[in-house]
């Protein structure tokens, strides 16, 4: 599909990348960009990548496709430091967990020759790191992209995605951030909440419920941040609408209703079993 392409940030989402385009054969060259040479010497090491640097104009030179998949805050930087050195009919996209803030200002950027697609792969762990790079990470998974006007490019970028197993939606970069706000940032931080919560109150006593609600609370704290930063409109809306859900079960509890809690149980039970 591609002569050379480029990752830019060798972590989970990266090294599961390199690996996964090894294995479906959609580049005859993989490069990798990495802050750290002992990320870049494990990547070369575990043949996740086929060359590696620190220079990002070493890196992008001569690629087909660049992504980046870094946290949100640095993607918008790396995009601007990267466009005088692409070649030309060059695509960047990304792996970013919220995407009106990267398009909004890699677009006000205005970078000549620029051609960016937002991308987000809703796939991942909360493990972090190369060492725990999988191959079938994309595998059945959802992509978004964002709404583009190069057709051509945005087609290209589909079917990479594609092409890794993924199933593909395209919408405007304003509504990904009010749909992912609900059912992945809310999630996130009320996880966070419930360990802060719970820290100091027999934890070692925890079993699997708690663990299952909370596994995602070890997520990486400054990807999470930037996360939370760059949604905190749509977000503090849907914290506001679980503080009212819990307000519910409250109410409930105060007036030893046992009808109204067994109903709130109910529903959560109905909706839960659906999915």
Not at 249 to 272: C, Q, Y
Request: hydrophobic share 45%; glycine share 8%; proline share 2%.
């Amino acid at each position: 599909m591609f002569k050379r392409v480029t990752i830019i940030g060798l972590g989970l989402i990266g090294g599961s990348l390199g690996l996964a385009i090894k294995e479906k054969r959609l580049a005859k060259e993989i490069v990798g960009v990495s802050r750290r040479k002992s990320t870049i010497n494990k990547a070369i090491r575990n043949r996740i990548v086929d060359f590696a640097t620190l220079d990002l104009k070493d890196g992008v030179k001569d690629s087909d496709l660049v992504v980046i998949t870094t946290p949100v805050f640095k993607i918008v930087d790396i995009a601007k430091k990267i466009a005088p050195f692409l070649k030309k009919e060059a695509i960047v996209t990304d792996t970013g967990s919220t995407k009106k803030y990267i398009v909004k200002n890699i677009e006000m950027a205005g970078q000549k020759g620029l051609s960016f697609i937002g991308s987000h792969p809703i796939a991942g762990s909360e493990k972090s790191g190369i060492k725990y790079a999988d191959k079938d990470l994309f595998k059945g998974a959802y992509c978004i992209l964002t709404e583009a006007k190069n057709k051509k490019a945005l087609n290209k970028v589909r079917k990479f995605w594609a092409a890794l197993g993924m199933k593909i939606i395209v919408m405007s970069a304003d509504t990904h951030d009010r749909l992912l706000s609900n059912i992945s940032h809310l999630p996130h931080a009320a996880a966070v909440s419930l360990i802060n919560a719970a820290a100091g109150s027999g934890l070692d006593l925890a079993a699997g419920g708690f663990k299952d609600t909370t596994r995602i609370a070890s997520g990486e704290p400054e990807l999470w941040r930037d996360i939370f930063l760059t949604n905190r409109g749509n977000l503090i809306r849907d914290i506001k609408i679980l503080k009212k859900e819990l307000s519910k079960i409250e109410e409930a509890l105060k007036s030893n209703n046992s009808r109204n809690l067994l109903g709130l149980l109910k529903r959560a039970k109905s909706i839960r079993d659906s999915l």
